[in-house]
């Protein structure tokens, strides 16, 4: 379970690796982790030109860390660029499939991986300017002898690995945003391709309804006035034009039969216009 919220907060578990390393850096001067001589054997041996060499190289990899994270912060801007401008993928998105859970979804992936990229972009500004700290050696250390200054250059190697360690989690748990955010991402792309069409049925039948108006003879009025069946009249037109049964161009007046209702209606068609002539109730016997 711990494994799964680190995978969906990644934020939260660099926070809490990272709390743990400031606690070691915060800690007293005679903390044994501050010091890599006193775990090794003959370390002695071990003269102050070879820890200037492991002091450098905590340096170059500080430089290193921050490369990537200055490399992440232009990744992440042109992202979220590019996503601001994804309306038209959500607008796809509600032709395609007109169910409003997955209208939600699509809109709720988009939101959460606008939010990991600026997650992403937070963290990665941090390494550039709050973590943008050193350790060094002491101007005293190399005036007060050799053991001086192998003891300053050790503690600050120490301190360096663990303040790269502290960079090099940001680093990575930025990445992980970056990475959570493209999974939401490919999701919204691939509900937005799939090449399905849920509304086609309901299109087709809107446009049959958006493409004519109804007008009706005053003959009509009175029955409409006692029976309220208008919706019900236009609906059977509309459904017999739709069925092709009825020529779409023809001028002449028309006769149907509403079976379910027991109507009979007359109209005319004409062009975009369609005219009602007549509804009587029929019985049968």
């Not at 991402?185 to 937005?192: K, T, V």
């Not at 739709?242 to 001028?251: M, V």
Request: one cysteine or more; aromatic letters at 8%.
């Amino acid at each position: 379970m711990k494994k799964i919220i680190d995978i969906i907060f990644p934020m939260y578990a660099n926070h809490s690796d990272n709390k743990v390393l400031r606690r070691k850096l915060n800690a007293g001067e005679d903390n044994e982790s501050r010091s890599l001589l006193r775990h090794i054997e003959n370390a002695e041996a071990i003269n102050s030109d070879i820890l200037k060499r492991q002091y450098d190289d905590t340096f170059r990899m500080k430089d290193k860390l921050e490369d990537k994270a200055k490399i992440n912060v232009i990744g992440i801007t042109i992202a979220i660029t590019l996503i601001m401008g994804a309306s038209g993928v959500l607008n796809t998105i509600s032709e395609k499939f007109p169910i409003p859970v997955l209208q939600w979804l699509a809109f709720v992936l988009l939101a959460v991986a606008v939010i990991y990229l600026l997650i992403a972009g937070v963290i990665v500004v941090k390494v550039l300017i709050d973590e943008n700290i050193v350790y060094t050696v002491s101007l005293n250390s190399f005036a007060s002898g050799e053991a001086a200054l192998r003891s300053d250059y050790d503690k600050c190697i120490v301190q360096n690995r663990t303040q790269n360690l502290i960079r090099n989690n940001s680093v990575y748990s930025s990445y992980e945003c970056i990475r959570n955010a493209l999974v939401c991402l490919f999701i919204i792309l691939l509900l937005s391709t799939i090449p399905i069409e849920f509304q086609k049925n309901n299109t087709t039948k809107s446009s049959v309804h958006d493409q004519y108006s109804f007008t009706f003879a005053s003959e009509t009025i009175p029955y409409l006035k006692t029976h309220d069946v208008q919706p019900v009249v236009e609906d059977a037109i509309l459904n017999a034009v739709k069925s092709g049964s009825i020529s779409a161009n023809s001028n002449d007046v028309i006769g149907i039969i509403d079976g379910t209702n027991n109507l009979f209606i007359k109209f005319n068609l004409s062009k975009e216009t369609i005219t009602v002539m007549m509804i009587e109730t029929y019985s049968i016997p």
